[in-house]
């Protein structure tokens, strides 16, 4: 499969860069989610259940920031995208048969 090269997010276009773990993204982070340049920026040799879950994490930020909900101080903020993209990857993963239906209702 394609890796996406861009998303867009409440009409915000980001950009995905992908690149690999020689060019590391600072800290133990797998990626991360630059609003000023719209970048989402992911490890690509992280295994697919890393990227599964950072990919949605990214965007979490992204969207966070998209409907003014960064927090007051940044660990909240962090907290909130890390649940959020944990609980929701393992609900998505644990129902594919529904977000088939789901994704189809999008249409
Ligand atoms: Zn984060």
């Known amino acids: 499969m394609i890796r996406?090269?861009?998303?867009?997010?409440?009409?915000?276009?980001?950009k995905i860069r992908w690149v690999d773990k020689a060019i590391q993204i600072g800290s133990e982070a797998q990626?991360?989610?630059?609003?000023?340049?719209?970048l989402i920026v992911i490890n690509k040799e992280a295994t697919d259940q890393v990227v599964a879950e950072v990919f949605l994490h990214e965007i979490n930020?992204?969207?966070?920031?998209?409907?003014?909900?960064?927090?007051?101080?940044?660990?909240d903020h962090e907290q909130i995208v890390s649940r959020i993209s944990t609980g929701f990857c393992t609900i998505w993963k644990?129902?594919?048969?529904?977000?088939?239906?789901?994704v189809n209702l999008m249409k």
């Open 61 to 75: 930020h992204a969207l966070l920031a998209a409907l003014d909900l960064m927090e007051i101080n940044e660990v």
């Open 94 to 102: 644990q129902n594919p048969s529904v977000f088939k239906w789901w």
């Open 31 to 38: 990626g991360w989610c630059d609003f000023e340049n719209q």
């Open 4 to 14: 996406p090269k861009k998303i867009i997010i409440l009409n915000l276009v980001y």
